[in-house]
């Protein structure tokens, strides 16, 4: 199957600074897909990106779909505590693919 | 609304008994997810419900026996399981199969 590859496997940053991390694939997908997952919680969907070069924002969250439809982005801004938890990307093509994750701890 | 509701949130059951997970939607979706999510990984993907007729199942062992009833509805009967099975059960839906899903709390299962 395809393979996700998102980075970085793990952030650890202060209040306030801006976070990135991105997923690449072997393979296109139609759909990219972000969620936040807490302990103990399921993922919660917060972005879904379906045109290639599309940029979308939901509050401090920005992500974007590559070009080449292989790969995406998330970005969050002035990070706060609550944003601490393992982020997925999500590929979409009939089937949906996780990334491995990247966890975020932030200190305040 | 874009609720998905999983019952139990925990269930601790042992290796002879018989469990069933529970999951519902009212948002019209047609299509139902199992997923399994061990400790730091990603979740994958155990079964798959389209308009309610099983049409993915991801060689799962035959402990686990999915169940949709209804549009929904989505159980996960357990039976004999081992101790390795323990792990967070995601259930997750979607207006139609493949696009965007939206994923319940999940029951955490440890198998004694």
């Known amino acids: 199957g395809q393979q996700l590859n998102q980075s970085p496997q793990s952030m650890f940053i202060q209040e306030g600074e801006d976070v990135s991390m991105n997923c690449t694939s072997s393979?296109?997908?139609?759909?990219w897909l972000w969620y936040k997952q807490e302990p103990g919680e399921g993922p919660v969907l917060l972005i879904a990106l379906y045109k290639a070069g599309e940029l979308t924002s939901n509050g401090r969250l920005t992500a974007q779909f590559g070009i080449t439809r292989k790969d995406s982005f998330l970005n969050i801004s002035a990070s706060i505590p609550s944003d601490v938890g393992i982020y997925f990307c999500?590929?979409?093509?009939?089937?949906?693919?996780f990334g491995a994750g990247t966890r975020l701890t932030v200190k305040p | 609304d874009t609720e998905v509701t999983q019952t139990p949130k925990h269930l601790v059951m042992g290796m002879t008994n018989k469990k069933s997970l529970k999951c519902e939607q009212h948002m019209g979706h047609r299509a139902m997810y199992w997923y399994k999510q061990k400790a730091k990984k990603p979740p994958e993907l155990m079964f798959v419900y389209s308009y309610e007729k099983l049409s993915i199942n991801e060689s799962v062992p035959s402990r686990f026996s999915p169940e949709c009833p209804n549009s929904s509805l989505l159980n996960l009967h357990l039976h004999a399981l081992q101790p390795e099975d323990s792990a967070l059960y995601l259930c997750?839906?979607?207006?139609?199969?493949?696009?965007?899903?939206?994923f319940g709390q999940g029951t955490r299962l440890t198998v004694v």
């Open positions: 393979s296109i997908f139609n759909t």
């Open positions: 999500a590929g979409l093509d009939g089937d949906m693919r």
């Open positions: 997750a839906s979607s207006q139609v199969y493949g696009q965007r899903a939206f």
